[in-house]
């Protein structure tokens, strides 16, 4: 079950959340209120919530303390805050500081208004919203979709999911992250507004020119239930190399091409598809117009993020095949992978190979303090954080939600393990029947 604490007192606001888990079948989401600070700091230090309701607006609410908790080790609390504001002026303010730990952003009318789309979102994205993805391959290829009603919150909402999550993953650092939000965030809104709304160029101009606000121009016209039916469709496919992004939408197209032959020079709007294009690689439109895609190079190997307990420790650089650690010594350190590739060999046959996608080398025999079970080799050049068993003992009875993390951790290991195991027993019982029928 996953588990959301909303941080506030204002009881419309708490009841809207609550009113809409109450529709969801139970064991799936749990949203809960928390009032009190010290519960509100036990809740994100020990249960470490992936997503995080905060109030910004409540003056019984200490919003900017709890996000200087996160920001004190973004590596452990790292992002998931939507943050709740009362004016419009507050949120763009708020945006504005891009905060890589806020999510979301939204008005309390807005939050309220929407909360049954928030929770549907959360349930049907979960796997965007774990901390740490150490149970998944990075080596393969992900791939899946968005749909979108003609909403610019929902769309804004699916741009802010994916590039939290490419961030979190370690696919893109924070300059790669800025460049798919603002690209995506450009490429949607035309999806929304000259799309599926059919607001032209000089509708928009003459619109903006008397100071008014695009959002409500967009909501006029979907008041028309032709346009509030269509949709938008964002497909992704994350590889090892790249990440590519479509974006379609249900219009009737436009002259793409003027656009990205145009000068870019300044004005009151028009050049955000020519800025895109300097953003992100091969953006390409179909013929008419209603379908854009785009790609962005993925980083190799690199942890975006550092544990703060481990900041001030020894970091390690190492050459191409040189031995980390060695079957059948002693373990006294833990390592952290910052960057690059490792090795493991048990009785000189290659058994895995870590990245910072895997998070620590040799947990495990650290733990159970036992000699190490395996060889380790870099492959390439990479660097690793090396801390002492005792040490890191002493840390975590200093910061022991460190200590909670690292048996889910390992929990979650074992787990994919236990999977792992399963599924290969299914197959050699498979290939045993196959054997015996042609015996």
């Known amino acids: 079950m996953k588990k959301i604490p909303i941080i506030s007192t204002v009881q419309s606001t708490v009841k809207a959340i609550l009113d809409a888990c109450s529709e969801v079948p139970s064991g799936i989401i749990k949203v809960f209120q928390v009032a009190k600070f010290q519960d509100a700091i036990s809740v994100l230090k020990y249960d470490l919530p992936e997503i995080k309701i ?4 409540d ?5 900017e303390g709890y996000l200087d908790i996160i920001e004190s080790d973004p590596w452990l609390l790292f992002g998931g805050v939507i943050a709740i504001v009362n004016k419009e002026f507050e949120k763009t303010a708020l945006e504005q500081r891009k905060n890589p730990n806020i999510l979301f952003v939204t008005t309390r009318k807005e939050f309220e208004t929407h909360a049954k789309q928030i929770i549907s979102i959360l349930i049907q994205q979960e796997h965007f919203l774990y901390n740490r993805r150490s149970h998944i391959d990075t080596n393969e290829t992900e791939t899946g979709y968005f749909v979108s009603e003609t909403d610019p919150f929902e769309v804004i909402f699916y741009a802010n999911l994916l590039g939290t999550y490419l961030y979190n993953t ?6 790669g992250r800025t460049c798919l939000h603002s690209s995506m965030m450009e490429l949607l809104f035309n999806a929304v507004e000259h799309g599926n709304c059919n607001i032209d160029y000089d509708e928009k101009h003459e619109w903006l020119s008397a100071g008014k606000n695009i959002l409500d121009l967009i909501e006029e016209k979907r008041k028309d239930p032709e346009v509030n039916k269509k949709k938008i469709y964002i497909n992704y496919e994350i590889s ?8 379609r939408d249900e219009g009737n197209g436009f002259d793409w091409r003027s656009r990205l032959e145009k000068e870019l020079v300044a004005d009151v709007h028009g050049m955000g598809i020519k800025m895109s294009q300097t953003m992100v690689k091969n953006l390409t439109y179909n013929d008419i117009g209603n379908q854009v895609s785009f790609e962005i190079d993925n980083q190799l190997n690199v942890a975006n993020l550092t544990p703060a307990i481990l900041k001030d420790q020894q970091v390690l650089s190492y050459r191409h095949m040189q031995i980390v650690c060695r079957e059948g010594e002693e373990s006294g350190n833990l390592f952290y992978i910052c960057s690059g590739r490792y090795a493991v060999y048990v009785n000189n046959k290659l058994i895995t ?5 895997d998070i620590f080398l040799g947990e495990m025999a650290f733990l159970l303090d036992n000699r190490r079970t395996a060889t380790i080799v870099s492959i390439g050049e990479g660097t690793l954080i090396k801390i002492a068993k005792m040490k890191f003992m002493r840390l975590m009875e200093a910061y022991p939600h460190y200590g909670i993390f690292m048996a889910k951790l390992v929990a979650g290991r074992l787990a994919k393990q236990s999977k792992l195991s399963s599924n290969l027993k299914v197959q050699l019982e498979h290939q045993h029947t196959q054997d015996e029928t042609y015996m």
């Open 54 to 57: 905060i109030d910004f607006n």
């Open 59 to 63: 003056e019984y609410t200490d919003a």
């Open 170 to 175: 370690n696919r893109v650092n924070e300059f």
């Open 240 to 247: 090892t190399e790249k990440t590519r992004i479509i974006i």
């Open 353 to 357: 190979v870590l990245t910072p996608s």
